[in-house]
């Protein structure tokens, strides 16, 4: 079964910096664009940063400049480096991917991650 795996969240103060992976595995013959999600209490998840196969990039406005994501295709991984950190980037963060492989079948689906949260404190 294709599943992502994140790692790399945790408290930091106000300005501080985390950075956060995602791991792709099972039976998978391609990814296309992996991107990191983040949904804050009482709102509705929404894009942090994508990244194509071929490593083009879109940011949120909120985050440009601070933060930066980028993949290793051949570790089938995509990382969110954060700095500057504000207290209103805490929210829980999700990994998504759209993925060629085998899910309960094959064929390409979106795939998330099961979630970490990031807190930043002031």
């Known amino acids: 079964q294709v599943q992502l795996v994140e790692s790399g969240g945790g408290l930091v103060q106000a300005g501080g910096s985390l950075r956060l992976s995602c791991l792709a595995s099972?039976?998978?013959?391609?990814?296309?664009?992996m991107g990191w999600y983040r949904q804050a209490p009482g709102k509705q998840r929404e894009l942090v940063a994508a990244?194509?196969?071929?490593?083009?990039?879109n940011y949120a406005d909120s985050v440009k400049g601070r933060f930066t994501i980028s993949r290793e295709n051949a570790k089938k991984t995509v990382t969110l480096q954060m700095h500057s950190l504000k207290t209103e980037d805490t929210a829980v963060y999700y990994c998504n991917a759209e993925i060629s492989g085998y899910g309960s079948r094959w064929g390409t689906y979106a795939y998330w991650g099961q979630g970490t949260q990031v807190t930043v404190s002031s």
């Open positions: 099972g039976r998978i013959l391609n990814i296309n664009v």
């Open positions: 990244i194509t196969g071929d490593g083009s990039t």
